[in-house]
C-alpha cells in the first residue's frame, strides 16, 4: 500500500509540470492578443506585460489540482443554470445553484484548507450569494434570476482578480 501511494505520488508531479508547461506554450501567444480596455483591472493589464500582480495562495500541487477540479466544476454549473433558466427549468436551475455552488458543508471546508482569511471570507461570501440565488430561482421570475446570477459571478469575477493559485 505504501509503495504504491509512493509510486502514484512520485508521478503526479512531473505530470502537473508537463501539463503546466505545456499550457503555457500555447497560452502565451493568445494574451498577447488582448488589448487592456481603460478600466480593465491591474491584473489584466498586468498580465498582458507578463507579470501577474494577483496574491499567491501558495497551493501545494494536490490543492491546485483540487481547485481547479473544483473551479471547473463551478463554470458547468454556471452553463447549466443559464440553459435551464433559458428553459424555464426554475427548480432545477435552484437545485444545480443549491448543490454546486451554494453554502455545502464541503464548499464551507475547501474555502478554509488555503489558510488565507480573505480568501476564506470572499469564498464564503460566494456561496451564500449562491444560497440566495437558489431562493430566488424558486419565484420564477426570469429578470430576477438574471440578476441573481449576475450577482453571484460578480464573486467569481472578484475572487480572479485578487487570488491566483
Ligand atoms: C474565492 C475565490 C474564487 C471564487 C469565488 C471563484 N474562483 Fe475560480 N479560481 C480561483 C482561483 C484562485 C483560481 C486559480 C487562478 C490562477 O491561479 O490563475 C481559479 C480558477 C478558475 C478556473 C480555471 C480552471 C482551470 O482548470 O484552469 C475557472 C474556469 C474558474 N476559476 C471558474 C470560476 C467560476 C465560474 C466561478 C464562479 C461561479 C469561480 N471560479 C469563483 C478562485 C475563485
Redesign the pocket.
Given at each position: 500500500m505504501l509503495i504504491y501511494n509512493m509510486k502514484k505520488s512520485s508521478l503526479i508531479l512531473p505530470l502537473l509540470l508537463l501539463f503546466v508547461f505545456a499550457c503555457q506554450e500555447k497560452k502565451d501567444p493568445g494574451v498577447e492578443h488582448v488589448s487592456p480596455k481603460k478600466d480593465d483591472p491591474p491584473a489584466m493589464m498586468h498580465t498582458s506585460m507578463g507579470q501577474d500582480s494577483r496574491k499567491s495562495?501558495h497551493l501545494n500541487p494536490m490543492q491546485k489540482h483540487h481547485?481547479?477540479m473544483n473551479?471547473?466544476s463551478?463554470?458547468e454549473?454556471?452553463h447549466d443554470i443559464i440553459n435551464l433558466l433559458a428553459e424555464d427549468r426554475y427548480d432545477e436551475a435552484s437545485e444545480v445553484a443549491y448543490k454546486q455552488?451554494g453554502s455545502t458543508t464541503e464548499m464551507k471546508m475547501m474555502?478554509a484548507s488555503f489558510g488565507d482569511k480573505n480568501?476564506e471570507q470572499?469564498?464564503l461570501q460566494?456561496h451564500a450569494s449562491a444560497d440566495k440565488m437558489s431562493e430566488v430561482f424558486k419565484k420564477r421570475d426570469k429578470d430576477k434570476s438574471l440578476r441573481a446570477l449576475a450577482h453571484?459571478?460578480n464573486?467569481?469575477i472578484q475572487?480572479?482578480k485578487i487570488?491566483?493559485?
Open positions: 495562495l481547485q481547479l473551479m471547473r463551478h463554470l454549473a454556471v455552488l474555502c480568501f470572499l469564498g460566494f453571484t459571478t464573486f467569481c475572487c480572479h487570488y491566483r493559485q
